[in-house]
C-alpha cells in the first residue's frame, strides 16, 4: 500500500465535508439526539420514579458507545455509497489505487468523524446531565476496539454486497446496525432477554462489549472473558467478510460491473 494514496482518499473526503453540509450534520446530529432523548428519559426514571442514580450513568454511557460504533458502521458503507452516487466509481478505480488502499483511507475518515460524533455526545452529557464519560473511556478502550473491528467486518459486507446487488439494497448501510440493536444488549444485560435468544446475542461481540462495560460501570472491574470472546468472534466475522469482499469484488472487475454500477 502507498501511504500517498490513502492521504488521497481522506483528502478527497475532506474536502467533500468543507462543502457538504449534510456531512458535517451526520457527524454529530444522531449522536446528540440519542442523548438528549435518553437523558431526559434517564432524568424521569431517577427523579420521576426514584430509581437508583446510576441509571443515568448506565443509560448514557451505552448510547454515547452505541452512537460510536452504528455512526462508524454507517459511514463506511454509506462513504463507498458516495462514489456511487456522484459517479466517481471509475475515476477512481482506473488510477493505480487499490481496493486496500481506498478501504485504509476510509477507515481512517470514518475513525475522525465518529470520534467527533462521540466528543460531541459527550459533552452534551456532560453539560446538560451531569454525566461525564471520560475518566471511563480508557477501561471502555479493549472493548471499543472489539466494536470498531466489528462495526468494519460490517462494513465490509455490506459494501461487498453493494458491489454485488447494487444500490437496490443500499438501505442496508445505515439500517443493518439497528437490526442487532436489540440483541446486542446495548440498554439491558442478556440475562434479560428469552432464554433461546440469548445463544443467538453471545455470537455478537457486541453483546460481550456492552455486558463488559456495564460490569466495569459497575464497580466490577475489566472482564477479559468478555474481551477475548468479542475478540475472537470478531477474527471470524473479519475473516469471512474479507472473503466475501474479495470475491465479490473480482468477480464485479471481471464481468464489467464496476461500469454498469454507476
Known amino acids: 500500500m502507498k501511504a500517498h494514496r490513502i492521504v488521497a482518499v481522506m483528502a478527497r473526503h475532506a474536502y467533500e465535508a468543507r462543502r457538504n453540509v449534510d456531512r458535517v450534520t451526520d457527524m454529530v446530529y444522531w449522536p446528540v439526539l440519542d442523548v438528549v432523548m435518553w437523558g431526559f428519559f434517564t432524568t424521569y426514571l431517577g427523579h420521576g420514579l426514584g430509581m437508583q442514580p446510576d441509571v443515568i450513568k448506565f443509560v448514557l454511557s451505552a448510547v454515547i458507545i452505541w452512537g460510536l460504533f452504528y455512526s462508524f458502521q454507517r459511514d463506511l458503507a454509506v462513504g463507498f455509497l458516495d462514489e456511487l452516487w456522484s459517479r466517481n466509481l471509475i475515476n477512481l478505480f482506473s488510477t493505480p489505487l487499490t481496493i486496500s488502499e481506498y478501504m485504509t ?72 446496525a439497528g437490526l442487532l440493536a436489540p440483541i446486542s444488549c446495548v440498554l439491558y444485560p442478556v440475562k434479560s432477554l428469552p432464554p433461546w435468544l440469548r445463544g443467538i446475542a453471545w455470537t455478537l461481540p457486541t453483546t460481550h462489549s456492552f455486558e463488559g462495560m456495564r460490569q466495569l460501570l459497575a464497580g466490577g472491574g475489566f472482564n477479559p472473558h468478555r474481551f477475548w470472546c468479542g475478540l475472537v468472534l470478531n477474527v471470524f466475522y473479519f475473516v469471512f467478510a474479507i472473503g466475501v469482499f474479495k470475491m465479490v469484488f473480482a468477480a464485479a472487475q471481471n464481468r464489467g460491473l464496476l461500469v454498469k454500477l454507476e
Open 105 to 176: 483511507g476510509l477507515i481512517c475518515v470514518n475513525v475522525a468523524k465518529a470520534m467527533v460524533g462521540v466528543g460531541a455526545a459527550s459533552l452534551l452529557a456532560l453539560a446538560a446531565y451531569h454525566f461525564n464519560i471520560f475518566p471511563w473511556l480508557p477501561g471502555f478502550v479493549p472493548y471499543l476496539i472489539n466494536l470498531m473491528l466489528f462495526a468494519f467486518a460490517l462494513g465490509i459486507m455490506i459494501t461487498g454486497l453493494i458491489f454485488r446487488y447494487t444500490t437496490k439494497i443500499q438501505a442496508l448501510a445505515w439500517s443493518f
